[in-house]
């Protein structure tokens, strides 16, 4: 039997002026956040089949086009200096926790659990070698709800830290598992991940803020409240921050004092510093580099 050859579209033909007719509509009303029905009806197409067609010509979904371009939109407010929140509503986006979807999944536990202490969870953990010393990895069945960092010696003391804010829950070790996320996270880049977080609303508030946060730039306590409405409540931003579950990916290493200092951190400022200093050694040269995991 012959190979069967797919045959490239036609250049100029009916599919390629629909996809760039499409496309011109997308860029021009990104902000306005169009749905698949509003741009497949400006190519004549079914949602179906502009969904099909746009992601075979194109290579990607009509829905990832239209988060890359807001992303970028919502990076260059913030690097001129606008607020997170401002950021987000100028990008087409309902708030920072929109923002924080293109990049990473929230899974939020009910206020009945959290109150409860999680006492019907299970987490899963294990203490690995990372780029900042060592890393107890923590993770529910829905996601990844803990990350620590400590030196030799510190194994212990990380897991009763992190313990105490779910003292009813039940802990399984399982490196095998944990392995596998901390080699995503320091080695491959964060992908598709899930944060099954465990706070108040008001935390998972400034939470959501510090993920609008972009590699390599910085903002301070302040600048956090104004951006989650609370102009004056740079102390209650303080305290959120420091009570965040999953440092690194959640960014809190970002945030510094109203003078650029770098300030209190739960793991150190010591390593505050060596993780700003990564970052902006990444993101400035454009050459990530790797660690591996233990």
């Known amino acids: 039997m012959s190979e069967i050859v797919a045959l490239p579209p036609r250049e100029g033909g009916p599919d390629w002026k629909r996809m760039a007719r499409a496309i011109r509509y997308l860029c021009e009303h990104y902000l306005e956040q169009p749905n698949l029905d509003a741009a497949a009806d400006v190519v004549g197409l079914s949602p179906f089949h502009f969904q099909r067609l746009f992601t075979r010509y194109i290579g990607v979904s009509p829905k990832s086009f239209v988060g890359h371009l807001t992303l970028d939109h919502a990076k260059r407010e913030l690097a001129e200096g606008r607020s997170v929140l401002d950021a987000a509503l100028e990008a087409g986006l309902s ?6 979807d293109l990049c990473l999944k929230i899974e939020a536990m009910t206020p009945g659990d959290y109150a409860r202490g999680a006492k019907a969870l299970t987490i899963d953990y294990g203490v690995h070698d990372c780029p900042f010393g060592r890393l107890l990895m923590m993770a529910t069945e829905k996601g990844v709800c803990g990350i620590a960092f400590g030196d030799e010696g510190e ?17 399984r070790e399982n490196a095998q598992r944990t392995a596998r996320i901390a080699r995503q996270i320091f080695e491959e880049g964060k992908g598709d991940l899930t ?3 465990m706070g108040t609303k008001w935390q998972i508030k400034v939470w959501e803020a510090l993920l609008a946060i972009p590699p390599g730039k910085v903002a301070s306590y302040r600048t956090i409240a104004q951006g989650v409405g609370r102009d004056s409540a ?6 959120a921050v420091g009570r965040n579950p999953v440092s690194w990916l959640i ?13 209190g951190y739960h793991w150190g400022t010591d390593r505050k510093r060596a993780m700003l200093a990564l970052e902006r050694a990444r993101y400035e040269d454009g050459n990530p580099s790797t660690s591996a995991i233990a």
């Not at 708030?95 to 924080?100: A, E, F, K, N, V």
């Not at 194994?155 to 802990?171: G, I, N, T």
């Open 95 to 100: 708030g920072p926790s929109r923002l924080h």
């Open 155 to 171: 194994d212990e003391a990380m897991f009763v830290d992190m313990k105490a804010r779910w003292p009813l829950a039940q802990y």
């Open 195 to 197: 944060l099954h977080l």
């Open 234 to 239: 740079s102390r209650a931003v303080g305290t």
């Open 251 to 263: 960014p809190c290493h970002r945030v510094l004092g109203s003078n650029g200092a770098i300030t």
